[in-house]
């Protein structure tokens, strides 16, 4: 009978905070969650809405149609708009999606999520390179529709989304993960807003007076995320606009987001702020949140996949070669303990419990410091630092 020697299984490593899904903290029982339409009173989200998502999709079955007839894009964007409807056309692609097919950059922390646009069609790798999806008439379609929503004084975002030869160079963002980084949504050079263009709008402009007035006058809810999942709030964060943070904040603004997000969300003000390295607002913001949901945001190391993949190889050719001392023990699960600096190396490894052979621990040990590789550890205000990581092994043949 073949006997499994040694196995590994990724099972204790924390992942990343800022990751774009995360459960929201459980409720009380007095403080739970509606269904249906009340979500969305609950939510402050549009999105959450049964009936809206509904009317989406129809649209989206509409534009289709229209596409493979003899629809005009200029008449359908202008129909979306008077819907208030700002999706743009885009391509999803093997990468993920995009705009740029059709003419336009969004510059969006992590890329556009599928409820933020109208896709029109899949674009394979081929067609991606030569700039034009395989269909023309698609692709000449989703660009004059775009145009059309971006050139129209109804959009709101222009600021955040516009056409590729107006947006320039593409943000470096290769020291972002030191240095954190400058404008994570957005263009720095925004253009003119309107009052009906809402909250998020003022915001990302520093417009104290709109902000005040939109409040006061018109009741606008200064927790509600738009498209993009982004509260007035972490838009003023985002553009690194103090005073009109501060205006938000006076009006009882969540430094969380929604009620239905979390510090750790991408979108919440809080992670905003982090993910910039905005200590100042971090510390303005720290007293506004619990305790336990400002420490949610440290972040434990994580592990390279490609070094992992590497370190499961060795592993093979070390088991061979320790076969006999293995099984002479039953099969068990061990961590493998580690002192991770804030550079990601590893420093120390620790294989707990021990195995029956003291040269098999060193061996691992020592390939796992060498190979395995890391991103290290953040505190809660996303400052690069020393901290413990695991790994959990597990081999023996009785």
Known sequence: MNVKLLAISVLCVTSFASAGCT???QSSSDDVAPEGATAVAYCGDRRADKETLAVMRQSDEDLIKALKGKGDPVAEANKALEAGDY????????????????GVQCRVLGGLKPWTVRALAFVPDEAVAMGRGPDDKVTDFGRRYNTAVLSDPRYPYADVCRELERAGPEPDFSEAATKGIELPYGFAELGPARMAHGLGAAARRGSVYDIRVLINRDKQDVDAPDMFGMTPLAWAIAYHRWPAAE?????????TGSVCQTAIDRESPLQVARIMRWSAMIRRL????????FANLRQKPRWDDKSLTEFNHALTE????????????SF??????????????????????????????????DLA??????????????????????????????
């Open 318 to 329: 070390l088991k061979e070669r320790y076969a006999k001392d293995l099984r002479n023990q």
């Open 23 to 25: 459960q929201p903290a």
């Open 369 to 398: 410091i060498e190979i395995v590789h890391w991103a290290p550890a953040r505190d809660a205000f996303g400052v690069t630092v020393p901290e413990s990581a695991k790994l959990v092994v597990g081999f023996g043949g009785r």
């Open 332 to 365: 068990s699960r061990h961590d493998l303990l580690f002192e991770v600096d804030e550079k990601g190396n590893s420093t120390a490894c620790t294989l707990t419990p021990e195995s029956v052979s003291p040269e098999f621990d060193k061996e691992l040990c």
């Open 87 to 102: 999706r743009l056309a885009a391509a999803t692609t093997p990468e993920g999606i995009s705009t740029e097919l059709y």
């Open 286 to 293: 720290r007293p506004l949140v619990t305790e336990e949901e």
């Open 247 to 255: 205006a938000l904040l006076k009006a009882k603004a969540s430094p």
